[in-house]
Each structure stands twice: as structure tokens, then as C-alpha cells.
């Protein structure tokens, strides 16, 4: 158990639909991520919030968004869902956001779009 | 931009065997940080070793242990003693030194591990 809490564990949703992903960062981790593991872009970084603040971007759709709220969980809203949106949900969590700090991810959402 | 490469989809181990995984990444800095990561097939991700590349030493946690080639930016995984809950996909992973702390990861290595 890494510590990092994320609800819910499955959804399955229709295309078109709006969808919210929760995570709670490990005790003491003021950093979260949000990873998307899908079958045909394999695990790819979207975004990093620290301490509230946006950290860093990746490759995250202009449909998704997330923020950190002020007692550090945070919130990946994925809205007009499309089949290609189904795919395995990570957030992760680490001390702080500086390079190279360990990150450590939760069990993950599986979200199937249908 | 940094991109790493897992050229073995999958590999095979005879149980207490040791067995090598491989890693190559592709960066134009000097400075950075590498992982591997286990995914076993409840799909959490679990953090296995991690190398500074500021380091010359490899890294060793109990049976796992790295070769660091910098010149040749490879990152290989050798496990020791393979058991059978050692039989997940391993991922690699770059993490640059910049704002931030992002993840880029491989494909994937599926690991078997043969009783």
C-alpha cells in the first residue's frame, strides 16, 4: 500500500458524459500527479500540481482538467468522454515537486468509456 | 525530447535464475534521475530501484541491482535469485532535471517466471 488513496477503483460511462477521478496524496507528500495508462500510448505523464499550483504539463487534453485543493487531494475532470478516453487512471504523490523526488502512485481508476 | 526505449517486450526466467532487463533513453542533459518501476498484474505501480545519474555507483536494493552505462545512456535491470512474485511488467523511467518532476516512461517489459 503506497499510501495514495484514489475513488473510485472502476466507472464505466458513456461517450459524451463528464466523470471526476479523486486522489489523496500520501500523508506529508505536498505533490500530485495524474498519469494516463491507455493500451495504445502506454503510460504518459498529464499533469503535476504542488502545494495547490500548477507544477508541470504533459500531454493532458484540453477536455480533462484538475486542480490541487488546499488540503493537498486533488481532482482530474475528464468531460465530452470518447472511447479513446478508456484507460487506467494513476495519481501519484511525492514529498515535493523538485526532480528526481521518489514518486509514489496509487492503485489507480479504470475508466471504460461506452 | 527524452525518450526511453524497452527493446524486449517480454522476457523469461527459470525460477532462482537471474535474469536482465534492458533499458536505453535518449537525452541531451547531464543531469537527471532514472527508475524502474513493477506493475504485477493488480496494476498498482511499485517503485523498484532508483539511479542518480550524477552517480557512478549502481544502485542495489536486495536482489535488484542496476548497470548504469551513462556514455551509452542504458539503464538495465539485473534480478537476482528470480521468485515468483517477481513476474510483472518492469518499466523504465527518465526524470529530467527541470520545474517539475515528471515521469517519461518505456513501453514495458512483461517478466514471466517459470516454476
Known amino acids: 500500500d503506497s499510501g495514495v488513496t484514489q475513488t473510485p477503483k472502476h466507472l464505466i460511462t458513456a461517450t459524451g458524459q463528464r466523470v471526476t477521478l479523486r486522489c489523496s496524496p500520501r500523508?506529508?507528500?505536498?505533490?500530485v500527479y495524474w498519469y494516463q495508462q491507455s493500451l495504445d500510448q502506454g503510460l504518459q505523464f498529464l499533469i503535476q500540481?504542488?502545494?495547490?499550483?500548477?507544477?508541470a504539463k504533459g500531454n493532458i487534453l484540453e477536455r480533462f482538467s484538475a486542480q490541487q485543493f488546499p488540503d493537498l487531494h486533488s481532482e482530474l475532470n475528464l468531460s465530452s468522454l470518447e472511447l479513446g478516453d478508456s484507460a487506467l487512471y494513476f495519481c501519484?504523490?511525492?514529498?515535493?515537486?523538485?526532480?528526481?523526488?521518489?514518486?509514489?502512485f496509487g492503485e489507480g481508476s479504470w475508466l471504460t468509456v461506452v | 525530447a527524452q525518450t526511453v526505449t524497452q527493446s524486449q517486450p517480454e522476457m523469461s526466467v527459470q525460477e532462482a535464475e537471474t535474469v536482465t532487463l534492458s533499458c536505453t533513453y535518449d537525452?541531451?542533459?547531464?543531469?537527471?534521475?532514472l527508475f524502474w518501476y513493477k506493475q504485477p498484474p493488480s496494476r498498482q505501480m511499485i517503485l523498484v530501484i532508483r539511479?542518480?545519474?550524477?552517480?557512478?555507483q549502481n544502485a542495489t536494493e536486495n536482489r535488484f541491482s542496476v548497470n548504469f552505462q551513462k556514455a551509452a545512456k542504458s539503464f538495465s535491470l539485473k534480478i537476482s535469485d528470480s521468485q515468483l512474485g517477481d513476474a510483472a511488467m518492469y518499466f523504465c523511467?527518465?526524470?529530467?532535471?527541470?520545474?517539475?518532476?515528471?515521469?517519461?516512461f518505456g513501453a514495458g517489459t512483461i517478466l514471466r517466471v517459470k516454476s
Open positions: 501519484a504523490s511525492s514529498v515535493s515537486g523538485t526532480s528526481g523526488n521518489t514518486i509514489y
Open positions: 500523508s506529508g507528500d505536498l505533490s
Open positions: 500540481y504542488y502545494n495547490g499550483e500548477e507544477r
Open positions: 537525452t541531451s542533459e547531464s543531469d537527471y534521475y
Open positions: 539511479q542518480e545519474a550524477y552517480k557512478q
Open positions: 523511467a527518465y526524470s529530467p532535471m527541470e520545474y517539475g518532476n515528471k515521469l517519461v
